[in-house]
């Protein structure tokens, strides 16, 4: 069942993704974030931001990122405006996210009350995080900070989670535990 519910998803990206490259490639399709101005892409553009749509993805599931630090990039490349990208981003992320929720709870190692506790917690400073980043951004009177937000993000993630990993595999060495892959399919 777990392997079918995750390769049901296989075949409607392909599908949507097939629909709107054709879209973009016709110039049927404009960004919403770009106004009316109809998009028209080359085919090589196309495959480009598919395969950095891709290559985001593996990285996000391998490392548990969820993608989004990959694509905020991607999409400031695109010439989609700071706010559109940071907030489809942190939506990528969430959806990813609430993926892996969804797989923890079915292998019972989902801890419901952590876990309110931490949603309690993300809100608030997601709350706080907003009104201090649109009072800087009035005082301002430029949203580019949101890219500097974004690249600081980004940076003090990945600090964090390589001296996390790091500190995890010295220990497993130090106590000589295995460090292979765990059985998806083994209930506890």
Not at 39 to 47: P, S, V
Request: proline letters at 3%.
């Amino acid at each position: 069942m777990f392997w079918i519910l995750n390769s049901l998803q296989v075949p409607f990206a392909l599908s949507v993704t097939l629909f709107e490259a054709i879209c973009l490639c016709n110039g049927k399709r404009a960004i919403a974030s770009r106004g009316k101005e109809v998009t028209n892409w080359k085919l090589y553009q196309i495959l480009l931001y598919c395969s950095c749509g891709i290559i985001a993805g593996m990285v996000g599931g391998l490392l548990g990122l969820g993608g989004g630090f990959i694509l905020g990039p991607l999409f400031l490349e695109l010439g989609v405006p700071p706010q559109v990208a940071s907030a489809t981003s942190t939506f990528s992320m969430a959806f990813s996210s609430s993926m892996s929720v969804v797989e923890y709870y079915l292998l019972n190692r989902f801890p419901v009350s952590y876990a309110s506790y931490f949603v309690l917690v993300a809100t608030l400073a997601a709350l706080a995080g907003q009104h201090v980043v649109r009072r800087i951004i009035a005082l301002l009177g430029r949203a580019s900070i949101i890219i500097f937000i974004l690249a600081l993000t980004i940076f003090v993630s990945a600090i964090s989670l390589g001296g996390v990993g790091i500190a995890n595999m010295v220990e497993k060495l130090e106590k000589k535990e295995y460090m292979g892959f765990e059985n998806l399919c083994h209930h506890y």
